[in-house]
């Protein structure tokens, strides 16, 4: 039994359940942000407080997914943990949000979960470590601010799809920076604190950030449990995409079929008419 996989299993399902069950703490009080320099003062306080709290809870997800891409060998392997952590969020925003979470959405968990452990049981190690191509981490980055450049503009104009283009965004820009921390860590011959002395570390940490800043909007027009699910399906399928290109690593047949369970699953959560939209005013429409 391979105990280091488990234990960076493990590592990577307790930071799946910060980051999502923080995303859920900060939707809760999010519209405190709302409020300006007013969020300091008398009773904005405390909201403010429970949001800063959300976000610390996110932060800390990020040396937990360090940690767990130090002890496992794919990026992939690390980001579809992230389905994990849909039952952490579906608790919280049932019971602590009061948002809907009825058959369809468990329905929709089990597929991300069943997925998972797909992804997770057919895993197999890279022949030879891992190596990979700064010209094709360009290109993809490139091609992913070139799609989101063209969907975003009609999305802020129309509020159509407002919610799901900037939750993609977010969870593109997450796995983005879990494919840099990855790259950080074999730059640095797998030396948790060796890969501070390569500039990748320094590239995803604020890419995360910008991320928790795109997360903040899409909740301004969407629920937790429509956001958050959306944001983890690009956390999951990016970096899948992503490390054919960049590592040459390729997936078993059975794990793409985890891929797509992990997808309908978020589908199921995200099809239009299932979700409210939360208007400016703090409403539902």
């Excluded at 329905?107 to 997770?120: D, E």
Aim: proline share 4%.
């Amino acid at each position: 039994m391979d105990w280091q996989l488990l234990a960076g299993l493990a590592t990577g399902c307790a930071a799946s359940l910060c980051m999502n069950v923080g995303k859920g703490v900060q939707k809760m009080k999010v519209r405190v942000l709302a409020q300006g320099r007013a969020a300091f003062a008398g009773k904005n306080r405390r909201d403010l407080a429970v949001w800063t709290f959300g976000v610390l809870m996110t932060a800390s997800a990020t040396v937990l997914f360090s940690k767990a891409l130090q002890m496992t060998d794919k990026p992939s392997i690390v980001s579809s943990l992230n389905g994990v952590g849909l039952i952490g969020l579906a608790l919280f925003s049932h019971f602590i949000l009061k948002e809907r979470v009825g058959r369809r959405e468990v329905a929709a968990v089990g597929l991300i979960i069943a997925g998972t452990a797909l992804v997770q049981f057919f895993n197999v190690k890279p022949e030879g470590g891992q190596a990979y191509s700064f010209q094709w981490l360009l290109r993809c980055a490139g091609g992913a601010a070139a799609v989101f450049a063209v969907l975003i503009i009609p999305a802020v104009k129309t509020g159509r799809g407002f919610a799901f283009t900037f939750g993609a965004l977010a969870g593109t820009l997450i796995g983005f920076a879990l494919m840099l921390g990855d790259i950080a860590l074999i730059e640095s011959g797998g030396d948790f604190l060796g890969q501070l002395r390569n500039p990748y570390p320094y590239v995803a940490v604020p890419t995360g950030a910008l991320a928790m800043a795109v997360t903040q909007v899409a909740f301004f027009r969407g629920s937790a449990v429509f956001v958050v699910p959306t944001i983890n399906s690009f956390i999951i399928i990016v970096p899948m995409v992503m490390e054919v290109f960049i590592f040459g690593a390729a997936l078993v047949f059975l794990q793409y079929a985890g891929a797509a369970a992990i997808v309908a699953g978020i589908v199921t959560l995200t099809t239009p008419g299932k979700q409210p939209d939360v208007s400016p005013r703090g409403g539902v429409c």
